[in-house]
């Protein structure tokens, strides 16, 4: 599965930023987003699943929303009101029965 991502840049706090990522097949139950921050680890920033679930992480939660166009075989991620802690490489999530994929990432820098 190729994971084709694009949107990051440099921003500075409180604007916004999308997000997208359009994989290679099609049937995914989950997709998503996760975010490594400089020097931590990778953490989930929000999924959602084939049946319009969605999750976010805490720190996300009332500023990003994540949404699927079905018929792109797309998923995005708008982020708004960023936030300097939000700088990180952004990476495509999908999941494909019990197989995860990754993208390689994105990077969002957010200037205060």
């Known amino acids: 599965v190729q994971l084709q991502a694009c949107g990051g840049g440099l921003v500075q706090a409180g604007e916004s930023l999308r997000l997208s990522c359009t994989p290679s097949?099609?049937?995914?139950?989950?997709m998503g987003w996760y975010r490594q921050p400089p020097g931590d680890k990778r953490d989930m920033v929000a999924t959602?699943?084939?049946?319009?679930?969605?999750n976010y992480a805490g720190s996300v939660q009332g500023r990003f929303s994540i949404s699927r166009d079905v018929r792109k075989n797309t998923v995005y991620l708008q982020m708004d009101t960023l936030k300097s802690e939000d700088t990180g490489i952004y990476f495509c999530?999908?999941?494909?029965?019990?197989?995860?994929?990754w993208g390689q990432g994105t990077l969002v820098t957010v200037s205060s």
């Open positions: 959602t699943t084939a049946g319009g679930h969605t």
């Open positions: 097949v099609r049937g995914l139950s989950i």
């Open positions: 999530y999908v999941k494909r029965g019990n197989v995860n994929y």
